[in-house]
C-alpha cells in the first residue's frame, strides 16, 4: 500500500519505531524540525508533491512562477499580485485542527527537558497544539503587519482583507509576517536555534519535509557529527533519507502515535 495512505506501519517501519523509542528512554532533548508533511494529514496540502501548491507545471495567470509570486521582490512592486497566492494559501489551512502528530510533539514536553520545534509551517498547528517552544522560521500567516509603520494584528482568516490591504493607521499596504522567497530569515530566531543547538539534542526529528533549505538540514548534520540519534519521517525519499540514523517511510501522524505508544508503554514503569 502507498505509504503516503497507509494506516498501519511496515515491519521495516515497525523495527525503525522500536528504535526511536529506545534512544528517547536516554534522551533529555529533543528537536523536531518539521515541514508541510506534518500537517498534510490535517487535511493541508503541501507545497511540492503530488496535490501540492507548487506544480511545476504551474504557471500563474500572470505568467510567473508560483515561487516568483510568492517572492519578496515581487511583493515589493506587485504586492496585490503576492496576496491573491498568500490568500489562496491561507484558505488551504482555514479551519484545519492539529493532528496526532502535533499533539505528540505537544506531550512529548511531559517527559523531557526540553522539545524545541523548527518549524517550516506557517499554519501554527504547533502552537495550537500546546507546543510551547515553537521556532517558525517562516513565520506565521495569521500574523499580519505593516510594511511602513508599527501596526501588527494577528486575525483568525483572511476574510474582509483588501487587494492588496491597506494598514489601518497609516494607509501602507499590510502583509503577513512570513518570510516570502528571497528574504532573510529572522536573525533572532536563528540565534534561538543557535543557542539551543549548542546545548545539544540527543534525538533529532526531521519530519515532513522535503529538506532543500541549509538551516532545516544542518541541525540535522550537526547532531549527526556530535554522534546523536537522527531520524526522518516522511513516506518520500530526501536528501537526508540516506544520512540519517533512522528513517521511516511513513505518514507523520501515525509513526509519532506510535513512537508514543511504545514510549508510553516502558515510561511509567520506571
Ligand atoms: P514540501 O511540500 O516541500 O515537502 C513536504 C514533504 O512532506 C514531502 O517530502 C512529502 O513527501 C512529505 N509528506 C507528505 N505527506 C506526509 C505525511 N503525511 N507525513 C510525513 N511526510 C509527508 O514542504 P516543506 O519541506 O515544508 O517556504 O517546504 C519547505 C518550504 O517550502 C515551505 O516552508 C515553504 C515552501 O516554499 C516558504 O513559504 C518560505
Same mark, same amino acid.
Given at each position: ?5 497507509? &494506516?498501519?506501519?511496515? #515491519?521495516?517501519? /515497525?523495527?525503525?519505531?522500536? *528504535?526511536?523509542?529506545?534512544?528517547? *528512554?536516554?534522551?533529555?532533548r529533543?528537536l523536531?524540525v518539521?515541514? /508541510? ?14 496535490? !501540492?501548491?507548487? %506544480?511545476?507545471? %504551474? ?7 508560483? &515561487? &516568483? ?6 511583493? =515589493? ?37 526540553a522539545v524545541w520545534v523548527l518549524t ?11 507546543s510551547r517552544h515553537v521556532l517558525d522560521v517562516h513565520g506565521?500567516?495569521? =500574523? ?17 482583507? !483588501?487587494?492588496?490591504? =491597506? ?7 499590510? %502583509? ?9 530569515l529572522d536573525p533572532a530566531k536563528i540565534r534561538r536555534l543557535e543557542a539551543e543547538m549548542a546545548r545539544g539534542f ?13 538551516y532545516?538540514?544542518a541541525p540535522?548534520?550537526i /547532531?549527526? /557529527? ?5 531520524? #526522518? ?6 536528501? +537526508? ?16 502515535? %506510535?513512537?508514543? =505508544?511504545?514510549? +508510553? #508503554? ?5
Open positions: 500500500m502507498d505509504p503516503a495512505h497507509a &494506516e498501519e506501519l511496515s #515491519e521495516e517501519d /515497525a523495527r525503525g519505531v522500536a *528504535r526511536v523509542v529506545q534512544k528517547l *528512554r536516554k534522551a533529555r529533543v523536531a518539521t515541514g /508541510a508533511g506534518v500537517s498534510a494529514d490535517s487535511g493541508v496540502p503541501t507545497y511540492r508533491g503530488v496535490g !501540492g501548491l507548487y %506544480r511545476s507545471d %504551474r504557471l500563474t495567470p500572470t505568467g510567473f512562477t508560483i &515561487e &516568483e509570486v510568492l517572492s519578496g521582490p515581487m511583493f =515589493e512592486v506587485r504586492p496585490d499580485v503576492t496576496w491573491t497566492y498568500l490568500k489562496e494559501i491561507e484558505r488551504a489551512c482555514r479551519g484545519v485542527r492539529p493532528n496526532r502528530g502535533h499533539a505528540v510533539l505537544a506531550e512529548m514536553q511531559d517527559h523531557f527537558d517550516q509551517n506557517v499554519d501554527g498547528l504547533h502552537g495550537a497544539a500546546g506565521d500567516l495569521h =500574523e499580519i503587519r505593516c510594511t511602513a509603520c508599527p501596526h501588527r494584528d494577528r486575525v483568525v482568516n483572511y476574510d474582509g482583507l !483588501g487587494d492588496p490591504p =491597506e494598514c489601518p493607521r497609516c494607509g501602507a499596504v499590510l %502583509r503577513p509576517d512570513v518570510v516570502l522567497f528571497g528574504e532573510m540527543d534525538v533529532v526529528f526531521s519530519i515532513g519535509t522535503s529538506s532543500l533549505f541549509d532545516i538540514v540535522l548534520r /547532531a549527526q /557529527a556530535a554522534g546523536k540519534t537522527t531520524v #526522518e519521517i516522511n513516506p518520500d525519499e530526501t536528501a +537526508m533519507s540516506g544520512l540519517v540514523d533512522v528513517k521511516i517511510h511513513a505518514r507523520a501522524a501515525l509513526t509519532l502515535d %506510535r513512537i508514543w =505508544e511504545g514510549y +508510553m #508503554e516502558w515510561w511509567p514503569h520506571t
